[in-house]
């Protein structure tokens, strides 16, 4: 399996906190992307980072991405009740020559009111 | 209101029972793709389409067919289901053409249950 990992599994945090997750993955990749699911529901798109960028922003999303170590991160600031969900990344493999799409086990984000 | 639908949303059958689930998107997307979700496990992708006729498997493919006659359906086939494949069944569509976002549109999922 090329399965990638996210950590924590899961993370509590009190409403107005930053919250972070990591992806770790395996193979080269072209793009990174990170997306959230509500409760059993379709992922939603985030945001997406380059292999040749090292940090983007959007809104109060921010994500690292560092090639060398095969790592990413996405940092949500001023976190907010509705920002509970879960949090997966997903990696493309087209650097490696095929198309598939390899997503990260996810980590369950709880926001506290 | 750009979307991909899938249907059934819910489904119960018995093991050996042909079943087709149907995915159609309205955003004339290229690529397609269909993933199962299981607990801890994430999101695994069975198969892929990157256009009309052009299919490939994922990672765990074993078990499925699919097939991409139009641009926008892309169907997935269980021939002979097991209770292995009980699961949370997403369909999903994204743009793969030079300047496109890449971004996936994910349809609202299909819970199967396998008895």
């Known amino acids: 399996s090329q399965q990638g990992e996210e950590d924590p599994q899961a993370l509590s945090i009190q409403e107005g906190e930053n919250a972070t997750m990591n992806c770790s993955y395996k193979?080269?990749?072209?793009?990174l992307q990170w997306y959230r699911q509500n409760s059993g529901r379709g992922l939603v798109h985030l945001i997406l980072?380059?292999?040749?960028?090292r940090e983007k922003h959007s809104g109060r999303l921010r994500v690292t991405l560092d090639t060398s170590k095969k790592s990413s991160s996405l940092l949500i600031t001023a976190s907010r009740a509705a920002d509970t969900a879960s949090y997966f990344c997903?990696?493309?493999?087209?650097?490696?020559?095929?198309?598939?799409?390899?997503f990260g086990t996810g980590t369950r984000l709880k926001v506290l009111a | 209101e750009a979307q991909v639908t899938q249907n059934p949303r819910y489904l119960i059958t018995v093991t050996g029972k042909k079943l087709t689930v149907t995915c159609s998107q309205n955003m004339n997307h290229e690529y397609m793709s269909w993933y199962r979700q299981d607990p801890g496990l994430g999101l695994r992708q069975i198969y892929y389409?990157?256009?009309?006729?052009?299919?490939d498997k994922g990672d765990v493919p074993e078990g499925y067919k699919v097939s991409r006659k139009e641009k926008r359906n892309f169907p997935l086939i269980l021939e002979s289901p097991s209770p292995n494949q009980t699961s949370l069944y997403f369909c999903?569509?994204?743009?793969?053409?030079?300047?496109?976002?890449?971004?996936?549109?994910f349809g609202p999922g299909t819970r199967l249950t396998v008895t």
């Open positions: 999903a569509s994204s743009s793969h053409l030079a300047g496109g976002s890449y971004e996936q549109y």
């Open positions: 193979t080269s990749i072209n793009n």
């Open positions: 389409s990157m256009n009309v006729e052009v299919t």
């Open positions: 980072i380059r292999s040749n960028e």
């Open positions: 997903a990696t493309d493999a087209r650097a490696s020559g095929t198309y598939k799409y390899i």
